[in-house]
């Protein structure tokens, strides 16, 4: 074992206590490929599925594995209109099982996200009977506040170019605390505490995954 694998292990470690204190639950796992056939075996046929925006989902596998299994994606990508898109959207809410990742985790187990349009944050904070969040574990941050400068410096700019958005941090890398009408930091959520015990679930992935 390295040692940088050796830290993420031991880090996960913490953040998974962290999060079972909160009534979330977590596991940890070396690689996407293994998060991902553990994540699968949880999901019982026919379920509705959606998801959130996330370069995480791509990247580890994930959307292939779920566009590929017998389920009901809901799937807003899909629509024809925005009326068609804003309805599957909040279709989304009822679904069985919601993806996601998170912006940003602290060691104590709290999620940090930042949205443009809400309906991520409004998914993960209530509709969907299950919330899976699957996260690299350069998403670990120290405190919330180091969460929330994890976004704006780390996330943010990137995700704004991936999305071909007009915005300062676009233009210069650089978080300018905008008011842009492309902003994608409109909303920040902080989930501290799971009410619905074992509703969300996250899954924390030893390598770098995401923005």
Not at 79 to 90: F, T
Not at 113 to 139: C, E, S, T, W
Not at 189 to 207: A, H, M, Q
Request: charged letters at 20%.
């Amino acid at each position: 074992m390295t040692p940088m694998e050796q830290y993420y292990e031991t880090m996960a470690a913490s953040v998974i206590k962290g999060l079972e204190k909160r009534q979330m639950e977590g596991y940890y796992f070396k690689t996407a490929k293994e998060a991902v056939e553990k994540i699968m075996s949880m999901i019982p046929p026919h379920s509705s599925v959606s998801w959130g925006g996330s370069s995480t989902l791509t990247e580890t596998g994930m959307m292939e594995a779920l566009q590929s299994a017998d389920l009901e994606l809901i799937d807003r990508s899909g629509a024809s209109s925005p009326e068609e898109k804003k309805a599957l959207e909040r279709k989304a809410f009822a679904a069985d099982y919601y993806f996601m990742s998170t912006n940003a985790i602290t060691a104590d187990g709290e999620l940090v996200n930042v949205d443009g349009n809400g309906n991520r944050v409004a998914a993960l904070v209530y509709g969907p009977d299950h919330v899976m969040i699957l996260a690299g574990m350069n998403k670990v941050a120290a405190d919330t506040a180091a969460a929330i400068t994890r976004v704006h410096t780390n996330a943010a700019p990137p995700n704004t170019i991936r999305l071909n958005l007009k915005t300062p941090c676009s233009q210069t890398g650089v978080c300018k605390n905008c008011l842009s009408p492309d902003c994608i930091c409109s909303h920040t959520v902080i989930t501290r505490f799971n009410r619905i015990k074992g509703r969300i679930k996250v899954f924390l992935i030893g390598e770098e995954l995401g923005f």
